[in-house]
């Protein structure tokens, strides 16, 4: 597929897709006319990008962790430093607070949105009374 249909199928503008693939995180075969050719498995990837850059990990790690998204079994870092090792950790424990977080938001969001329609119900549904 061209760019423009990965860009459209994973909601990320064409600059952005040259963006990760100028850092590595993508690597993208090209036609003899030179054009980039995606095939359907960058869908997920694009989206594993995505995710990983919304959760606050920089394109450095997001590079280096990648490989272990589609079979983790197979990964062995040579370059597997103490000091990457915890800064993954940390990110990882800065994910898990983000999702605590995220949960405890949706919970009072949905406790919210049960006492209105409670209320909205045990009224009769007519919010215009004066």
Do not use: W
């Not at 990983?52 to 062995?76: M, N, S, V, Y």
């Amino acid at each position: 597929m061209r760019i423009s249909e990965l860009a459209e199928r994973t909601d990320t503008s064409p600059r952005l897709l040259r963006y990760y693939e100028q850092q590595g995180l993508l690597r993208v075969a090209r036609s003899a006319n030179g054009y980039r050719d995606y095939d359907d498995r960058f869908v997920d990837q694009v989206i594993h990008i995505r995710g990983l850059l919304e959760a606050g990990l920089p394109t450095r790690l997001i590079k280096q962790i990648l490989p272990c998204l589609d079979d983790p079994k197979d990964i062995h870092f040579a370059d597997a430093t103490p000091e990457i090792i915890a800064t993954l950790e940390h990110q990882r424990d800065r994910m898990t607070q983000r999702i605590d977080l995220l949960t405890r938001n949706r919970d009072a969001m949905t406790a919210y949105l049960e006492s209105l329609r409670s209320c909205a119900a045990s009224s009769g549904g007519d919010s215009h009374s004066a």
